[in-house]
């Protein structure tokens, strides 16, 4: 397997100049600005900052010094699991909230160098909203803080959102009051675990949302690595979607390329129309910002 994405794109089993872009695109409470030398300067509503990311093996459009004089917040990482924070300007705040279309959700400064929310996943929210039928029901498994979820509810469909931690499912729950959305069933349990126990169920979905992090841990510490447990993942959600059912995982990790999630996704949706897609984000100054893997199969 691969050491970083930039050896993704030469995978020797996908010609590069035929890797389909997905753009997630800027929106009114978000914007990427800028992106190089390792980092990148986001825009959520009306706080600014700077947070390291690996893909953003380029040069910037802008000088650092202005990056300084335009964030709120510079996260510092001190280890690959751990930094902290630094404020750039007096009136900076810890938390506040922005808007994505009709829904209200609350950011936050996380001890990691997340805020709360993965605006890449623009691009899935607007395929969901293309997707989603009202009165379908929905399974999404590894669902954070819920902004998917919420689309899904947004329009109408039945939600059940897995987490293995307690505070994503809080967090994702003050999202839905903030953005008076019906209720949704919140899953406190290991991602797999629940998918396997739901086909012995005979439980069927209309749409399956699955944004897997390279490697997490279930409610009692089951290990979770994608790159072991991809196909199982995709074997059980195949088994849970009713016939006419999308389904869609997205990766970020540099151990699970493209070529594998066509391999995992050929073996089950051969009669789907099956997409394959890099994520990206273009910035406000043109850079370009690769942001994972996808996989969509729709019948
Ligand atoms: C951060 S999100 C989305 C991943 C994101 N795209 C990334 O690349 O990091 C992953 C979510 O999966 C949850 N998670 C991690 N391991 C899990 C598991 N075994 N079962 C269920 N949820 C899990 C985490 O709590 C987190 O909310």
């Given at each position: 397997?691969?050491?970083?994405?930039?050896?993704?794109?030469?995978?020797?089993?996908?010609?590069p100049?035929?890797?389909?872009?997905?753009?997630g695109?800027?929106?009114?409470?978000?914007?990427?600005?800028?992106?190089?030398?390792?980092?990148?300067?986001?825009?959520?509503?009306?706080?600014?900052?700077?947070?390291?990311?690996?893909?953003?093996?380029?040069?910037?459009?802008?000088?650092?010094?202005?990056?300084?004089?335009?964030?709120?917040?510079?996260?510092?990482?001190?280890?690959?699991?751990?930094?902290?924070?630094?404020?750039?300007?007096?009136?900076?705040?810890?938390?506040?909230m922005?808007?994505?279309?009709?829904?209200?959700?609350?950011?936050?400064?996380?001890?990691f160098?997340?805020?709360?929310?993965?605006?890449?996943?623009?691009?899935?929210?607007?395929?969901?909203?293309?997707q989603?039928?009202?009165?379908?029901?929905?399974?999404?498994?590894f669902?954070?803080?819920?902004?998917?979820s919420?689309?899904?509810?947004?329009?109408?469909a039945?939600?059940?959102?897995?987490d293995s931690?307690?505070?994503?499912?809080?967090?994702?729950?003050?999202n839905?009051?903030l953005?008076?959305?019906?209720?949704?069933?919140?899953?406190?349990?290991d991602?797999?675990?629940?998918?396997?126990r739901?086909?012995?169920?005979?439980n069927?979905?209309d749409?399956?949302?699955?944004?897997?992090?390279?490697?997490?841990?279930?409610?009692?510490?089951?290990?979770?690595?994608?790159?072991t447990?991809?196909?199982?993942?995709?074997?059980s959600?195949?088994?849970?979607?009713n016939?006419?059912?999308?389904?869609?995982?997205n990766?970020?990790s540099?151990k699970v390329?493209?070529?594998?999630l066509?391999?995992s996704?050929?073996?089950?949706?051969?009669?789907?129309?099956?997409?394959l897609?890099?994520?990206?984000?273009q910035?406000?100054?043109?850079?370009?910002?690769?942001?994972?893997?996808?996989?969509?199969?729709?019948?």
């Amino acid at each position: 397997m691969l050491k970083n994405n930039r050896k993704t794109i030469n995978d020797k089993r996908i010609a590069p100049e035929i890797l389909p872009r997905e753009y997630g695109v800027a929106w009114p409470d978000y914007q990427l600005l800028d992106a190089g030398d390792g980092k990148k300067l986001e825009r959520w509503g009306a706080v600014i900052t700077i947070r390291p990311d690996l893909q953003a093996h380029f040069k910037p459009g802008w000088a650092f010094a202005q990056w300084l004089t335009m964030a709120h917040w510079e996260y510092e990482e001190q280890s690959s699991i751990q930094g902290r924070w630094k404020s750039l300007k007096p009136d900076a705040p810890e938390q506040w909230m922005i808007t994505y279309e009709k829904l209200t959700l609350a950011l936050k400064l996380t001890k990691f160098k997340h805020v709360g929310l993965f605006p890449e996943q623009q691009a899935n929210w607007r395929f969901i909203t293309e997707q989603v039928v009202a009165g379908q029901k929905l399974l999404n498994l590894f669902a954070y803080t819920g902004a998917a979820s919420l689309v899904a509810c947004n329009n109408g469909a039945e939600v059940v959102h897995v987490d293995s931690v307690k505070q994503m499912l809080t967090w994702a729950n003050e999202n839905r009051q903030l953005s008076a959305l019906s209720d949704i069933q919140w899953v406190l349990e290991d991602a797999l675990k629940f998918a396997q126990r739901e086909l012995k169920r005979g439980n069927k979905y209309d749409g399956i949302i699955m944004d897997p992090p390279a490697w997490g841990l279930g409610i009692k510490g089951e290990k979770w690595k994608l790159e072991t447990q991809l196909s199982s993942l995709i074997a059980s959600a195949y088994g849970l979607m009713n016939p006419k059912a999308f389904l869609i995982i997205n990766t970020y990790s540099p151990k699970v390329t493209l070529a594998d999630l066509a391999e995992s996704g050929a073996a089950y949706f051969s009669t789907h129309h099956m997409q394959l897609k890099q994520l990206w984000m273009q910035a406000k100054t043109g850079k370009e910002l690769f942001c994972g893997n996808l996989l969509r199969a729709v019948k």
